[in-house]
């Protein structure tokens, strides 16, 4: 284990913040991570020995573990989440609010002496190309061996952070396991501050800070006032078998196909296609000089879905983590290999994710929300621009979601604004991937409903002040991969046969494309569509690209109900492309 960087190779504040954190949470000791593979061996085998992991098969998974989470502790939670600020009206009413120096006193009585006993581990990390402008650094101070582990993996630790930092601001995040009590849990942003409080939840996006705590909620504020934007949304390149690569981003709700479409394997009948992946769960995204959009991933790491990932899903992640890999909540087979719903067929025998033994008709042997944590690094389809400092040039953004009616396979926006609409209208069925009901139809704006940091009306403005920031906006539109027939069916089959609609998606933007101009925006020919090959009949290909007409004017009523609770923030010009969006409805040319 490394010992603290020698004092000229840090800021003073940071020093003087170690330990004044110190003083109230009151570790044994403080250790300063490195990154090093001696140390992430170190946490391992600290982990092994006490149980907080599970060393899996290592003839089949080399350096592959197994952690089982408190069963309280499975997701992330939103009502625990809350953003602290000095005015209610910063957050809106899609956040949680507490008064900032109610909730910071809060937490420090919460956080007095929580770390007796235990080591605090110092991580410094880099969001971000080393050397980008774009990049920023944190630091973690946590007393959990597990989220130092999977920030290792997550981030780059260490040297590479603090050489960044130099004498820049940095973001603070302290971290306790406290004990994993659900009902003194807090996920507390101070925005004010760039300070992130988090206690009695050790699960990914409560408690590796990096991610959803300052990468979305934290930057979205620094993007606000900086003129740029921090999205959940993956970053994707996509290569044409002439070589032309386009790229695109895509914002869809938790556990709704980012990473499968990140990772998307081409289908036989467009094997001469590829894609590249930048990231796959967030993007930061800047104007460059000619007004254009570069994205960046800030993570350095997969921390992805589990449950129906495999060789048919995602060939491309099963072989990513075949090793170096920490599996949290999966179902153990008897040769201590892991095992999910949806990998393959249902072993008679193993140990569910809780380490009882499984017994049929008992639920699902994995969580539904069980992931893996595994390096960007040892993806084989990792895009060759993703250490570039300068991001990429995004071409096209794309909404999605789970959305089971309504919403056709594809379609695009008629104008930049009518896009904000589209993301900020996004109605989509809820996941597993935070603690609640799952399958219920919630507003989800740009799917930043649980990560954006400030009010979501000023969030829509703010996406509509780059009508004049920029010359070269990307095109907007709209996916659905979840549609579902009478039979309750997916009608599309989804993963490896989106680049069908990815496909199409790049022919509009390069003018190649036939589309019907229809009143929510332009829908696909199905002869624009390269569907011939997929044996998909006619019927259900209509059915994919239906535009119904009754029910988008349901769909109108509950997004304005869902505007309204915005109350008087919430921007006339939105309010205008909703009008016109209703009149072309009800008055089709
Ligand atoms: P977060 O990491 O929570 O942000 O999720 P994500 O948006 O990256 O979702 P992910 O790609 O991990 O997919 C979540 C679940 O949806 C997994 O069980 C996938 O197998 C499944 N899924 C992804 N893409 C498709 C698709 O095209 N069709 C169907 N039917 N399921 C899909
Ligand atoms: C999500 O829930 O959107 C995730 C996983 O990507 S978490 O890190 O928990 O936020
Ligand atoms: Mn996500």
């Known amino acids: 284990m490394t010992h603290k960087p020698k004092e000229n190779e840090i800021a003073r504040s940071l020093l003087e913040w170690v330990t004044a954190v110190a003083k109230t949470t009151k570790p044994d000791n403080i250790v300063w991570c490195d990154g090093s593979e001696e140390e992430f061996q170190s946490l391992i085998k600290l982990m092994t020995a006490d149980g907080t992991l599970i060393q899996l098969n290592q003839d089949t998974y080399p350096n592959c573990y197994l952690h089982r989470s408190n069963p309280n502790d499975v997701a992330r939670t939103e009502e625990a989440t809350f953003i602290c600020t000095k005015n209610k009206e910063d957050v809106g009413p899609t956040n949680n609010w507490m008064p900032s120096d109610e909730g910071k006193a809060k937490l420090l009585r919460l956080f007095d002496g929580c770390m007796k006993g235990r080591t605090m581990y110092v991580i410094p990390y880099l969001l971000g190309p080393a050397g980008s402008p774009y990049s920023q650094v944190g630091v973690e101070l946590t007393d959990s061996p597990y989220v130092v582990a999977n920030m290792e993996i997550m981030t780059k630790v260490g040297n590479v952070a603090l050489e960044h930092m130099k004498n820049r601001k940095f973001v603070r995040g302290i971290h306790s396991t406290g004990q994993l009590d659900p009902d003194r849990r807090y996920i507390c942003h101070f925005p004010d501050e760039k300070l992130i409080m988090s206690l009695n939840s050790n699960y990914g996006g409560n408690a590796l800070l990096s991610k959803k705590c300052h990468s979305l909620r934290l930057a979205s504020v620094m993007a606000r006032d900086e003129g740029w934007l921090a999205e ?11 070589g032309t690569v386009t790229y695109v981003t895509g914002a869809f709700p938790s556990a709704s196909g980012k990473t499968n479409l990140t ?12 894609i590249w992946a930048v990231s796959d769960d967030i993007a930061w995204i800047h104007l460059d000089s000619e007004g254009r959009f570069r994205a960046i991933n800030p993570e350095n790491g997969f921390f992805g879905v589990a449950p129906n990932t495999s060789i048919r899903t995602n060939p491309k992640m099963m072989e990513t983590i075949r090793k170096n ?19 393959g067929e249902h072993p008679r025998k193993l140990w569910d994710w809780q380490g009882k033994v499984w017994t049929a008709g008992k639920g699902s042997a994995a969580h539904p929300n069980s992931r893996f944590t595994t390096s960007i690094n040892q993806y084989r389809f990792l895009s060759s621009e993703y250490t570039n400092p300068d991001g990429v040039p995004i071409t096209a953004i794309i909404f999605g979601g789970r959305r089971s009616d309504l919403v056709p396979l594809v ?27 799952v399958g219920v139809l919630r507003n989800d704006p740009m799917a930043m409903k649980p990560f954006c940091g400030y009010n979501i009306a000023d969030y829509f403005k703010h996406w509509l002040s780059f009508r004049s920031k920029s010359e070269n906006l990307p095109k907007i539109f709209q996916i659905n991969a979840f549609r579902m027939g009478r039979d309750g069916r997916f009608l599309w089959p989804g993963y490896g046969h989106n680049l069908v609609v990815l496909k199409w998606i790049v022919d509009r933007c390069r003018g190649r494309a036939d589309a019907v101009e229809t009143p929510i925006g332009y829908v696909p020919t199905p002869e624009s569509l390269n569907v011939s090959e997929m044996d998909l009949p006619r019927s259900t290909i209509d059915e994919l690209l239906q535009v119904d007409k009754a029910a988008w004017m349901d769909e109108l009523e509950s997004s304005e109900m869902f505007f309204k609770t915005l109350g008087e923030q919430f921007p006339d010009q939105l309010r205008q492309e909703l009008s016109k969006l209703t009149d072309r409805i009800q008055n089709p040319v």
């Open 263 to 274: 990772m998307l394997k081409p289908p036989e009948y467009m094997k001469d296609w590829k």
């Open 325 to 343: 890999t920490i599996f949290t909540n999966v179902a153990l087979m008897m040769d201590r290999t892991p095992w999910w719903e949806g990998m």
């Open 411 to 437: 379609y695009e926006s008629f104008s930049w604004e009518h896009g904000v609409l589209m993301g900020a209208m996004l109605r989509v069925e809820t996941t597993a991937a935070a603690a609640g009901e």
């Open 232 to 242: 959940h949304m993956l970053i994707i390149g996509i290569e044409e078998p002439d």
